[in-house]
Structures are given as C-alpha cells and as structure tokens.
C-alpha cells in the first residue's frame, strides 16, 4: 500500500512539471521580457488544467472543493516559479496567491461548469500577482541580462 501511495506521488509531482514544461515551451524565448514570460506562462498554466479539467476530465459539476482546488495551481506555480527562476526562497508562497486571486478577480456569480471558459481576467491577474511578488521579493530580478528561464 505504500509503494502505491509513492508511486501515485511521484506521477502526480511527474505530471505537474510537465504541464509546468508544456506551458513555458510554450512561451517565445527569442525578445520577451521576462515579467511577460511569467504573465504568459501563468496564462498558458491556467488555461492548461482547466481544459484538462473540463475537456479531457470532463468534470461537469464540484464535489467537495472550490473551482479552483481542481485546477491544482497551487501546485503548479510553485514548479513554474523554480522552472522561471523566479525569486524568493519558498516557491510555494506564488501558489497561496491563487486564493487570493479568486476572492479579489472572481465574482461570486461565477458558475464554473455552466462557463465555456476561465472566469474573466482570472489568468491575468494571477500572471499580474505573480510578477508582483517575484518584485517584492527582489525589486531588480526582471532587469537582469543574466535571467534564465526553461526553453
């Protein structure tokens, strides 16, 4: 039974860096600023799990948990975080942000199953706080020519 639960584990933590992978390959290398690899990554990471959710899941209602809980950001962004080179020292203080994204972008009207698509400037704004925390965390990290992210 432990073996099974490691395994599970480890295709889980497996799976999320590569949607992580997916979604920064995704992103032009040649002549984007680095603030907006981050936004466009958050972007491509939030429209990723919700189609997994919606499309290939095909989830159509919310059982025991938030919208959100499913799309399974907060463990994803800590993983892009470390893949983007962000900065800070604890990647999983990016994945609390998702939360707050939610209550602050999110309106309470917002019927994910019923909706074709993310909510309205969800992505955006999680991309937006995002940037922001890696600028609070060190004011200079996008200004470096030395940036290095997966690609």
């Given amino acids: 039974m432990l073996f099974r639960v490691v395994s599970n584990e480890c295709l889980w933590t497996v799976n999320d860096i590569r949607d992580v992978h997916t979604s920064i390959a995704a ?8 603030v907006d690899r981050v936004r466009e990554t958050v972007n491509r990471l939030c429209l990723g799990a919700w189609h997994h959710e919606v499309e290939i899941n095909q989830r159509r209602g919310w059982d025991d948990a938030e919208w959100w809980q499913y799309l399974n950001l907060e463990s994803l962004l800590p993983w892009a975080t470390v893949a983007l080179g962000l900065p800070g020292e604890h990647p999983d203080e990016y994945g609390h942000l998702v939360e707050s994204v939610v209550s602050s972008a ?3 009207s917002f019927g994910p199953w019923t909706a074709q698509a993310l909510p309205p400037g969800f992505a955006s704004a ?7 925390l890696a600028h609070h965390k060190e004011p200079e990290w996008f200004t470096e020519v030395d940036w ?3 690609g």
């Fill in 106 to 108: 999110v309106s309470s």
């Fill in 126 to 132: 999680l991309g937006e706080e995002c940037v922001r």
């Fill in 27 to 34: 992103v032009s290398q040649a002549g984007v600023a680095p």
């Fill in 148 to 150: 290095v992210g997966l």
